[in-house]
């Protein structure tokens, strides 16, 4: 084995992380070397592990996989990032390639294509699900600056403009103007609106 390629897994689900492991393990050129279950253990995981692959998905708790693949990039640049989400939204595609990412998967395809992509990543190629980049291509980048987002992610939870005021550090009036820009870009009637349009396209 000692030639096989060494894996990093990052999933939270614990059954999803169970049953990929074994499945890529009975590859005869795959080993997972390590198996993590929260976002901010995947880089001491990895420069512990040295995979030649991370497996990473994005919605992970203590840190997002985006996150974590951009300092994998800085701290392990031999290390290939390969993103395999439950969530195939086109800016979380953007995202990911933004953040050194070789390849964007989703979750529901078979075994066998996720073994052949990891080989694929490691001879420096880039994989990703044709659906999903040909949505990418459609939607565009965000339209959001990195403020709106912010007060948007303040505003995900029904939060008060006086509640999302103090917690991204703004006055009430710059929220609310905030608020307004990110609803027109987002071409919907009210904040609740510009939050799901925003998540469902992986601009938040």
Not at 2 to 28: C, F, H, P, T, Y
Not at 121 to 132: N, S
Not at 178 to 197: D, F, M, P, Q, Y
Request: charged share 25%.
């Amino acid at each position: 084995m000692s030639s096989a390629i060494k894996v990093l897994l990052a999933e939270d689900q614990g059954m999803m992380r169970g049953a990929l492991s074994l499945l890529l393990n009975l590859e005869d050129d795959i080993e997972v070397v390590a198996q993590v279950a929260a976002g901010d253990e995947i880089v001491a995981a990895a420069l512990a592990a040295r995979p030649d692959v991370a497996l990473l998905d994005i919605e992970l708790p203590g840190r997002s996989g985006l996150d974590a693949a951009a300092e994998l990039r800085e701290r392990l640049p031999e290390c290939k990032v390969l993103i395999l989400t439950t969530f195939g939204r086109p800016g979380y595609l953007r995202r990911a390639m933004e953040a050194g990412a070789r390849g964007f998967l989703v979750k529901d395809g078979p075994v066998e294509d996720l073994a052949a992509a990891i080989r694929r990543v490691l001879d420096g190629h880039r994989v990703i699900d044709p659906a999903l980049a040909a949505a990418a291509l459609s939607t565009g980048p965000s339209p959001l600056t990195p403020r709106e987002q912010d007060v948007l992610n303040a505003a995900a939870d029904g939060a008060t403009v006086a509640d999302i005021a103090a917690r991204v550090h703004l006055s009430e009036s710059t929220v609310r103007n905030h608020l307004s820009s990110a609803i027109g870009k987002t071409g919907t009637r009210n904040r609740t609106e510009a939050v799901r349009t925003a998540r469902h396209n992986g601009w938040l």
